[in-house]
């Protein structure tokens, strides 16, 4: 299995772009998320699915887009890039175990500069 | 609201030491607990799940433990090795519809 992957590794935009994060997963895990990290700010939950056709926001969702027509890509699209969206971006996918609990894998990581 | 906190920021030991790292979170009633590492520039590994049910899980060299009525969990790491130097994550999920909470993390240095 390739776990989470996620592509690009680095991009680089100018304010104003758009640009598509891919995210995809191989696990068949019925949950998936994206989240930013930041220095000083830790993980923030930016949108989750928890299925096809299924999304809702998380804690930093503004500027943000995704959708989920298949369990296995999550894309995450960014509509109009600004220096704040400067970050590394994480896909996850995680699965409740039958036994109790719920695992979530990552993916590498897109590091983002908005100039 | 959950909150998660991991103290210290940054820990540095010489090889060979047990250690332990520290994650409190403010809301006894979780679903699970999660310790994650992340090397640098790297993404996050699944190290260990703790369910709200269980005390401890082990993996090897690691060990967590949960005590839901203080709020605590700790990972023991015995025997430190130079490549266990990383950054620990402690993540908590309230609920089974709820988000992970996580901790700002524990970057470990481990000298040869």
């Known amino acids: 299995n390739a776990g989470v992957t996620q592509t690009p590794k680095f991009q680089v935009l100018k304010t104003g772009q758009s640009m598509t994060l891919q995210c995809a997963q191989d696990?068949?895990?019925?949950?998936m998320s994206w989240y930013r990290q930041d220095p000083g700010m830790g993980l923030r939950l930016i949108h989750y699915?928890?299925?096809?056709?299924?999304?809702d926001q998380g804690e930093v969702p503004n500027g943000y887009n995704v959708s989920r027509s298949t369990t296995e890509d999550f894309p995450l699209r960014l509509l109009s890039a600004a220096p704040s969206q400067t970050s590394v971006y994480f896909c996850?996918?995680?699965?409740?175990?039958?036994?109790?609990?719920?695992?979530?894998?990552f993916g590498p990581g897109t590091r983002l500069t908005v100039l | 609201k959950q909150e998660v906190t991991q103290i210290p920021a940054a820990l540095s030991v010489p090889e060979g030491e047990n250690l332990v790292l520290n994650c409190s979170f403010t809301?006894?009633?979780?679903?699970?607990l999660q310790w994650f590492r992340q090397d640098p520039g790297k993404g996050l590994t699944s190290l260990l799940l703790?369910?709200?049910?269980?005390r401890e899980q082990t993996s090897g060299r690691l060990n967590a433990s949960l005590d839901k009525s203080s709020g605590r969990s700790t990972l023991y790491i015995a025997a430190s090795q130079p490549g266990d130097s990383a950054t620990y994550l402690c993540?908590?999920?309230?609920?089974?519809?709820?988000?992970?909470?996580f901790g700002k993390g524990i970057t470990l240095s481990v000298r040869p």
């Open positions: 696990m068949n895990h019925e949950y």
């Open positions: 699915s928890v299925g096809a056709g299924i999304t």
């Open positions: 703790i369910q709200s049910s269980q």
């Open positions: 996850a996918s995680s699965y409740r175990r039958t036994s109790g609990g719920e695992e979530q894998f």
């Open positions: 809301d006894s009633a979780i679903y699970n």
């Open positions: 993540a908590v999920k309230a609920g089974a519809n709820s988000k992970l909470t």
